[in-house]
């Protein structure tokens, strides 16, 4: 009775392990790609740029992949911004409205000009396509997100 | 003995299907949403519109299964098109161009104008997102992709 123990104990134990590698790897469609290396985030978080816009197509298309705790600063979009949630738990707030949590599948249009900031929760990742208008021009960067805006429940 | 073997199998069994559930579910980001009903699509396809075009956001957002076998007609965007292949196996073709495989993690874009189709493999269901401006008007549908075309090595 007790190898019978022993061996169900081994066996859960890999179960667990493989099921876990197998939801992990199907869950990353697109690879992270690069570090983001600027002031507009405030911690660790990666883009992979899947389109640029350009002449014949206004549409910029990214993965942005934040690190548990890390958001963007305040900012806003002059042709306006969708953003796709893929995996994890998100946070995402417009100016004077409250911080709403955003998970994978749920879709956020957020109308020109509308200041506003996304991120990771405090305890997950979070992985976003973000899809941004570029025909009126770049992204305006705001302040930063203060932690009682961060952390309001 | 035998018993270690019987509740051996047993789990393994459990492990087994265990697995293949978390990973078709982690796969699902988007539900299907509806059935596609018009002659534009030539066999099952489903369609979950997550963004409609609007005066303040010009483009269109909807993730499409296609089930194995099912392709578009040809058709153009007169602001062109994106797409993001998020599962399965599929094929893309431009006019005067090869048809190509497309798999998860796959982007295409299609300039404007050109007339193209799109499809699952012959031997799988594929998932994408299209993101289609809409600024310019919309769709234009033109003739079905003959069976030569879809079956083009």
Redesign the interface.
Known sequence: MK??LV??GV??T??AS??KE??DK??L???KGEKINNTNFTGTAWLNT??EGDS????S?GSVTFEAGVRTKWHSHP??Q?I?A??GKGYYQEKGKSKIIIK??D?I?C??DIPHWHGASSDSEFVQ?A?T?REKGPTLWLEEVRNEEYNAK
């Open positions: 190898n019978i061996i169900s066996i859960m890999l179960m493989g099921c197998t939801s199907s869950e469609i697109f690879p899947l389109v014949s197509n206004q549409n298309v042709a306006g969708i796709l893929l995996n994978k599948g879709v249009t109308k020109h396509i899809i208008g």
